[in-house]
Nanobody, 125 residues
């Protein structure tokens, strides 16, 4: 079992930056692949970015590629999402998720075993 807690959300103007953090407790953090998803009002929860256990392989949704960067610090049990050049369409609740299986980064929410409570990101135009 692992518990995930996100932080770092807030209100920012278009073009600005935010960094989200997700800190894990419980079982060893480094055994999990991690990902960020987001859910806008009236929309499904969608994959944003993922990172393998060792941090050497990442994957991004096309809508954020080149603007967002996912990283992790296994010593701190934390995964980050650096978000630059934010747009109003990035407004959503952002969730981190953990996948306990050893496999390529998956983008389907049902494949993830643990979830945080979410943090709100609002980008004003």
């Amino acid at each position: 079992q692992v518990q995930l807690v996100e932080s770092g959300g807030g209100l920012v103007q278009a073009g600005g930056s935010l960094r989200l953090s997700c800190t894990a407790s419980g079982r060893t953090f480094s055994v999990y692949a991690m990902a960020w998803f987001r859910q806008a009002p009236g929309k499904d929860r969608a994959f944003v970015a993922g990172i393998r256990r060792s941090g050497d392989i990442t994957k991004y949704a096309s809508s954020v590629k080149g603007r967002f960067t996912i990283s992790r610090d296994n010593a701190k049990n934390t995964v980050y999402l650096q978000m630059n050049s934010l747009k109003p369409e990035d407004t959503a609740v952002y969730y981190c998720a953990a996948d306990r299986n050893s496999r390529p980064i998956v983008t389907t929410r049902d494949m993830y075993d643990y979830w945080g409570q979410g943090t709100q990101v609002t980008v004003s135009s």
